[in-house]
């Protein structure tokens, strides 16, 4: 399994922009499929954006879809999520995640947050009105 640590949260206006960085650990993060989840205070965790572990495929919640583009860099060992048009609903605490298996990318996966392998500590978002 990888080791996953997020940064680059903060607080930031409405209209704002944020890059979420995810690092992990290990010479096998390339294969892994990788994904973003938010949780906000009072609601359950629920899923962002999704890559696959070549960076070819790519699927989004229909609430950040056109704004929070995802991307990794393989050879950073590095999982990005780019916030643009930020709103104060994005507030939360943003969590990246990796599949259980090596080459394995299945949308089912990530709409079962318990079926992932690894997840991050987690990086709090503030989006300001």
């Known amino acids: 399994q990888v080791q996953l640590v997020e940064s680059g949260g903060g607080l930031v206006q409405a209209g704002g922009s944020l890059r979420l960085s995810c690092a992990a650990s290990?010479?096998?993060?390339?294969?892994?499929?990788m994904g973003w989840f938010r949780q906000a205070p009072g609601k359950e965790r629920e899923f962002v954006a999704a890559i696959s572990w070549n960076g070819g495929r790519s699927y989004y919640a229909d609430s950040v879809k056109g704004r929070f583009p995802i991307s990794r860099d393989n050879a950073k060992n590095t999982v990005y999520l780019q916030m643009n048009s930020l709103k104060p609903e994005d507030t939360a605490v943003y969590y990246c995640a990796a599949a259980a298996e090596p080459y394995r990318y299945s949308r089912s996966d990530f709409k079962r947050p318990g079926s992932l392998g690894s997840w991050g500590q987690g990086t709090q978002v503030t989006v300001s009105s």
């Open positions: 290990g010479r096998t993060f390339s294969t892994y499929a």
